[in-house]
């Protein structure tokens, strides 16, 4: 940001315009989201616009940092009973993974299309770093059961593999294959890679 807003009608301008990023993408596409687009659904003029945001792509690094934040509230109100098994804890992640996908009108979906040419690489290592933590806690409490060395080499290729295959199932057009399938697909081959046993608990 060019600077940092410090009035509350500032800071809702500025909220308003990160609003107005997230809205103009899932209308029109990261390609088709513009600086005068942004500013026209955010209320305010172009001018006042760039007092904060030297561009579009400032705009994109700052609605990938309130992302991030939402995200990491999210994750942090997912339910963790203490009876659950892997199977149970990892469909549960991969669940909430393609709810998330699916929400804020395709919002995410778009941004995830566009990794490789936007700042969303704060939201990544929100997961990543949530994952690898919720993963730290299970397998240190039960390290008998699973005597894993190379925990984190495991669930940086398991964090990675999985997203590429539901953003893959998400954008397909014929809808040719079940989330619920792929989702319960994706959590056998985990459980199985990390030493669980696969299928449903009983």
């Known amino acids: 940001m060019r600077k940092q807003p410090r009035q509350r009608r500032s800071r809702r301008m500025v909220d308003a315009l990160i609003d107005a990023t997230a809205q103009c993408i899932t209308q029109y596409g990261v390609d088709g989201t513009t600086t005068p687009r942004i500013a026209e659904c955010a209320g305010v003029s172009v001018g006042s616009l760039y007092q904060y945001f030297s561009d579009k792509d400032a705009l994109f690094e700052a609605l990938g940092e309130k992302l991030a934040h939402d995200v990491a509230r999210a994750l942090k109100r997912l339910p963790l009973p203490e ?28 941004l995830i299309r566009n990794w490789h040419r936007l700042p ?6 929100v997961l990543q770093g949530h994952f690898l933590e919720l993963a730290r806690l299970y397998f240190i409490k039960h390290h008998q059961k699973y005597p894993i060395e190379d ?3 495991r669930m940086f290729i398991v964090a990675n593999s ?8 998400v954008s397909q057009d014929e809808g040719l294959l079940r989330q ?16 669980g046993e696969t299928g449903p608990s009983r």
Do not use: C, K, P, W
């Open 120 to 125: 969303t690489a704060r939201v990544a290592d």
């Open 162 to 169: 999985t997203l590429f295959t539901m953003v893959r199932q």
């Open 151 to 153: 925990l984190q080499v």
């Open 83 to 110: 009876s659950a098994n892997l199977h149970d804890l990892v469909g549960g992640a991969i669940r909430f993974g393609f709810e998330m996908l699916n929400s804020r009108e395709g919002l995410f979906l778009e």
């Open 180 to 195: 619920e399938d792929v989702a319960e697909g994706l959590t056998n081959m985990i459980v199985g890679y990390l030493g």
